[in-house]
């Protein structure tokens, strides 16, 4: 077995979590998790694209988050006026969920301190690194996501 030290999901989390010592302070200066901070960003992102408002299955896979922690996040969000949820007309069992005005005045105030942040990053990695690191994450990703379909096809068939 590999050294513990030496592990990939560790050398990750390792990696995370010196990341995030750069976005946690600005977080908390506004009284946000990261975990409820990734959902604003995504519904600001959804709302940039001309797209009112998400499922709350799709936002939960766009965030990475199990429903229960994002219905407890969407909730707290809703209480400070920065999303609304409402239900699907289409479908009485879906939820949508959208950023409100006062959640797109918070991002933008937000979004240059956040900037400076990954600006001090770039610096100390450096930018060809960085951007090698997102194309390398991106491939690793994909390469497993695309390992674990084919997985799941050779079960299915097996199970046929």
């Known amino acids: 077995m590999r050294e513990f030290r030496r592990s990939l999901p560790m050398s990750l989390l390792r990696a995370r979590e010196a990341v995030m010592r750069n976005f946690i302070p600005h977080l908390r200066e506004h009284d946000l998790s990261p975990q409820q ?3 604003l960003r995504a519904l600001y992102d959804t709302a940039q694209s001309d797209a009112p408002d998400i499922e709350m299955t799709t936002l939960a896979e ?11 996040i969407v909730q707290f969000l809703d209480k400070r006026g920065l999303v609304k949820r409402r239900i699907s ?17 918070l991002v933008n ?13 770039t610096d100390a990695f450096g930018y060809g690194k ?14 497993l996501n695309q390992g674990a379909a084919e997985q799941e096809s050779r079960t299915e068939l097996k199970d046929n």
Do not use: N
């Open 37 to 39: 901070w990734r959902v």
């Open 62 to 72: 766009r965030c990475f988050l199990l429903m229960p922690s994002l219905s407890r």
């Open 89 to 105: 007309e289409h479908d009485q069992r879906r939820s949508l969920i959208s950023i409100t005005e006062d959640g797109i005045k």
């Open 109 to 121: 105030l937000m979004a240059p301190q956040s900037e400076a942040r990954y600006q001090r990053i």
């Open 130 to 143: 960085l951007e090698l690191l997102y194309e390398l994450l991106d491939e690793l990703t994909e390469k």
